[in-house]
């Protein structure tokens, strides 16, 4: 049963808690699911893909991106833009596809203003000391910047009691499994629905 509207999914959660393996996981179990790729005007790292990893712009494009109103939402991040086109979620969620963002706290909490409607989840490690075991373990960053993304993931924290759902990432399946849950119990909705219940009125 198609249907007929896609629901909006904001995925948010510290550096390290595994959000990029939990979302491959979920795409790979569920075929009407976009995950939307963002904008940015930094440059890509080595492996990265323009149109997979990100869509690359230049400044002056994403400036111009910001005046047309073309954004859900962006952010400045260490002197780089990054941000969610707002016509390619709009297209896929009037097609029925829902919609995954995987974006931090400023950009969720602009998403909820303009898309009260959208799903809003929060991923955190079992325990403060795994999510810095799992940043130290993947050996891509010094000490300083470790001691910094754990500083910014209490910040983060703060701001839980605005999501819908937390999720525990201690196991990949298990945090997968959970997301389902919700999306299925948000696809249940009766406002999601009503075009079912027409037959019975």
């Known amino acids: 049963m198609k249907k007929e509207k896609g629901q909006l999914i904001v995925l948010s959660g510290p550096s ?16 009407n699911i976009y995950f939307s790729v963002s904008y940015t005007t930094r440059q890509p790292r080595v492996g990265e893909q323009d149109g997979v990893n990100y869509n690359f712009v230049d400044r002056a494009e994403f400036e111009r991106m910001i005046a047309a109103d073309e954004l859900l939402e962006y952010a400045e991040y260490v002197n780089n833009y990054y941000g969610t086109s707002l016509k390619a979620i709009q297209d896929r969620l009037d097609a029925g596809i829902d919609v995954l963002l995987d974006i931090e706290v400023q950009g969720a909490a602009k998403v909820r203003s303009r898309c009260p409607g959208a799903l809003f989840i929060f991923i955190i490690p079992p325990s403060f000391e795994e999510l810095s075991r799992r940043l130290h373990r993947r050996n891509t960053d010094s ?22 759902y937390l999720v525990i990432n201690d196991k990949v399946s298990g945090a997968v499994a959970e997301i389902e849950a919700i999306l299925t119990a948000a696809e249940c909705r009766v406002d999601n629905r009503k075009s079912i219940l027409a037959q019975f009125a």
């Open 16 to 31: 390290g808690v595994g959000k990029s393996t939990v979302i491959a996981e979920l795409i790979g179990q569920r075929d």
């Open 143 to 164: 000490e300083d910047v470790i001691v910094g993304r754990l500083e910014k993931a209490r910040v983060e924290f703060q701001e839980i009691p605005h999501y819908d």
